[in-house]
């Protein structure tokens, strides 16, 4: 599990853009402006004060907020930070953002009621614990 926030993504996102959409010569001749034009946006990214550049300043470069949305897997907000458990992210991975609130309302939940059941027997009927 990690933190990202805001400045994660920002200093991130020139290698990330480039990881989308480059090599940028490749693309064929009817889409070559589109390879141009995600060049030039490669290049403005790169010039970006990493320290220092807001979410606004890589949304007008880019043309959206989709690069640079923070948002809770749990409540749904948009949020500046999110706790990131689960599996490494991929296409399929098991895993979930979750923002201050909402790890706060996990780490408040009481375990100290719930009965601990044990597998079945090895060979055993998940339903029945008997062995066939």
């Known amino acids: 599990m990690h933190l990202i926030t805001q400045r994660d993504i920002i200093r991130q996102i020139a290698s990330k853009w480039s990881a989308q959409y480059a090599p940028f010569q490749d693309y064929s001749p009817r889409w070559r402006r589109e390879g141009e034009i995600k060049l030039g946006v490669f290049m403005e ?13 890589v ?10 949305r923070i948002k809770c897997d749990q409540c749904k907000k ?3 930070a999110v706790l990131q458990v689960g599996e490494p992210l991929s296409y399929e991975s098991a895993t979930a953002n979750l923002c201050q609130k909402c790890v706060e309302q996990v780490s408040a939940i009481s375990w100290e009621n719930v009965k601990v059941v044990a597998p079945p027997p090895a060979g055993a009927s998940a339903e029945t614990g008997v062995k066939p």
Not at 45 to 55: I, M, N, R, W
Request: no cysteine.
């Open 59 to 68: 949304d007008k470069i880019i043309g959206n907020e989709s690069w640079t």
């Open 45 to 57: 990214l790169t010039e970006l004060d990493k320290e220092t550049a807001t979410k606004e300043d």
């Open 78 to 80: 948009e949020v500046t």
